[in-house]
């Protein structure tokens, strides 16, 4: 397991030699033990229930300075936060820095932190590609990080408000234009996408670049996204008016995944945990498949009726749940080993 961690860790250097300040910290996976719990329904989550992103990913991502933290203080803040009863944000979220509702807080953590990992994971392009989410309990209205800022700089704080119309209802800068139109038009169409993400992650990429984009249910994580892929080979150019966004709404027709030709893709989600799963085992799946058709031998296609069994099993079973949270605990201490944070001490 050592030399399985090791090896991935290797591969994972690039994306994890990052200025300090645009580290981000691991002590949520130190701050405490706390056993593992489903990821629910975004709309669902009560204080009890819920899963913290963010303390999973990147519990600092609200620090205006962005700047290294150890545990103990991380512990120490929270410890202060929780015996105050000034808020009922749990723990593991940090202290807000802005004048907002627990649930607008911890929206904006969770997401803050996906930008942070999907940019370790190399998933961003420059300061293009958009992440949302919806903000609980403002119908209408969803999150979305400021245009010119690179993923590794995205904190609770700075992300932008939105509303619909286009209106910056809470945040300094606006959105890039085709950020607004295709997810804005997503989240009102498919109210229960509480997540939509959209990047141009290479593999995946490279498969929606092919005259038959089609991923073949050659592996284990290709079955995760059997019959829930969007496949839109109509490529228009940039999406900056709402007819195009429609469209792209209609296409995905509830699907979870959206796959443009010669674009890139879109997933939508319930939470934004799931969002980071899709998006992960989306792109490892396109790149097994873009090696595999490198040989030039031919496939071997996994049985239908196996297909749909497994799928079902990893979207509706308790066992996806579990492995969602697993992912994240996984992966995010991988990104985030780094030097800075070899003193963080397990409990």
């Not at 904006?108 to 990992?117: I, K």
């Not at 498919?190 to 141009?200: E, F, L």
């Not at 592996?219 to 469209?247: C, P, T, W």
């Not at 509830?254 to 879109?266: D, E, F, K, P, S």
Request: glycine share 6%.
């Amino acid at each position: 397991m050592t030399g399985m961690k090791m090896s991935i860790r290797t591969a994972l250097q690039p994306h994890c030699r990052l200025h300090p300040r645009h580290q981000f910290s691991c002590a949520g996976l130190c701050a405490g033990a706390r056993p593992a719990v489903p990821i629910s329904s975004f709309a669902q989550r009560t204080t009890a229930q819920s899963t913290c992103f963010a303390a999973v990913v990147a519990p600092d991502v609200a620090e205006e300075s962005a700047s290294a933290q150890t545990a103990e203080h991380t512990n120490n803040r929270a410890t202060t936060q929780q015996s105050s009863g000034a808020s009922h944000v749990e723990s593991c979220y940090p202290t807000k820095t802005i004048n907002c509702s627990d649930e607008e807080w911890k929206a904006r953590v969770d997401l803050a932190a996906l930008y942070r990992v999907c940019h370790n994971h190399g998933m961003n392009e420059g300061i293009n590609n958009h992440l949302t989410a919806t903000m609980p309990g403002m119908p209408g209205h969803f999150l979305v990080f400021a245009f010119g800022l690179l993923w590794s700089e995205v904190t609770a704080s700075n992300l932008l408000l939105m509303d619909s119309k286009g209106n910056v209802v809470r945040g300094e800068g606006h959105p890039e234009a085709t950020a607004f139109w295709i997810h804005s038009r997503l989240h009102d169409v498919h109210p229960a996408a509480a997540c939509v993400v959209h990047t141009h992650q290479p593999w995946t990429t490279a498969l929606a670049c092919l005259s038959d984009p089609t991923l073949p249910m050659i592996h284990q994580n290709s079955m995760r996204f059997y019959n829930d892929i969007a496949y839109d080979k109509e490529y228009n150019g940039l999406v900056l008016d709402e007819d195009e966004g429609n469209r792209i709404a209609k296409v995905m027709d509830g699907r979870r995944v959206h796959l443009h030709a010669n674009h890139g893709v879109i997933i939508a989600t319930e939470t934004i945990g799931e969002a980071f799963d899709y998006l992960y085992y989306l792109e490892r799946a396109a790149e097994v498949t873009i090696k595999a058709l490198s040989t030039g031998k031919p496939l071997k296609l996994i049985d239908e009726v196996v297909c749909a069994t497994t799928h079902e099993k990893f979207v509706d079973s308790g066992i996806a749940a579990e492995v969602r949270l697993l992912a994240l605990v996984v992966h995010s201490a991988l990104v985030l080993h780094n030097e800075a944070y070899r003193t963080l001490k397990a409990a």
